[in-house]
């Protein structure tokens, strides 16, 4: 009887660190992305999640998802905003996919020193939307200037009376 309990603690146990794998695995899980960008494009990129007036749906044969971005830099879509498992950025009609370059990244400090004009992407973040920039270094300043245009198009400020306050 003593050991029927620790046969059935012991696999308590052991199933524990399999569920939480599971839970984990569907939590995190998510589709590949592939953003298409117009060929040699260099500038900000905007994409709207959840859009109901954006762009249908499209995916891959291998079941990634696919955004392909206009000139404007600016997508709606009707995708939902998910982690994604990764995020490729490619140059429509090349399949080359650009490098992301992180300010930690010690390609960063090699690329400065070299004054390497090769284009890359960066600065991208994500909340509900996700933005990125894409162009060589010595284009940071005007890149982002280009982005936030880009984010004004589309935010409304709110004007404060007197006594309002933001909190």
Same mark, same amino acid.
């Given at each position: 009887?003593?050991?029927?309990?620790?046969?059935?603690?012991?696999?308590?146990?052991?199933?524990?660190?399999?569920?939480?794998f599971a839970f984990w695995y569907w939590y995190e899980?998510?589709?590949?992305?592939?953003?298409?960008?117009?060929?040699?494009?260099?500038?900000?990129?905007?994409?709207?999640?959840?859009?109901?007036?954006?762009?249908?749906?499209?995916?891959?044969?291998?079941?990634?998802?696919?955004?392909?971005?206009?000139n404007s830099g600016i997508l709606k879509t009707k995708?939902?905003?998910?982690?994604?498992?990764?995020r490729d950025i490619i140059y429509k009609s090349e399949?080359?996919?650009?490098?992301? @370059?992180?300010?930690? /990244?010690? =390609?960063?400090?090699?690329?400065?020193? %070299?004054? #390497?004009?090769? +284009?890359?992407?960066?600065?991208?973040?994500?909340?509900?939307?996700?933005?990125?920039?894409?162009?060589? @270094?010595?284009?940071? /300043?005007? =890149?982002?200037?280009?982005?936030?245009? %880009?984010? #004004?198009?589309? +935010?409304?400020?709110?004007?404060?009376?007197?006594?309002?306050?933001?909190?």
């Open positions: 009887m003593k050991n029927n309990k620790i046969v059935k603690i012991v696999i308590i146990l052991l199933s524990l660190p399999v569920i939480w899980k998510g589709e590949n992305e592939i953003y298409i960008l117009p060929r040699d494009y260099r500038g900000s990129v905007i994409v709207f999640f959840d859009n109901e007036n954006g762009k249908e749906e499209k995916y891959d044969d291998e079941n990634n998802r696919i955004y392909e971005i206009d995708f939902k905003f998910q982690k994604g498992k990764s399949n080359k996919t650009l490098k992301y @370059l992180y300010p930690n /990244d010690i =390609l960063w400090n090699d690329t400065i020193a %070299k004054k #390497n004009n090769n +284009t890359y992407v960066y600065n991208a973040g994500f909340g509900n939307d996700y933005w990125f920039l894409v162009g060589s @270094l010595d284009q940071i /300043d005007s =890149l982002n200037l280009s982005l936030e245009k %880009k984010w #004004n198009l589309f +935010t409304s400020p709110k004007i404060l009376k007197e006594g309002d306050s933001y909190g």
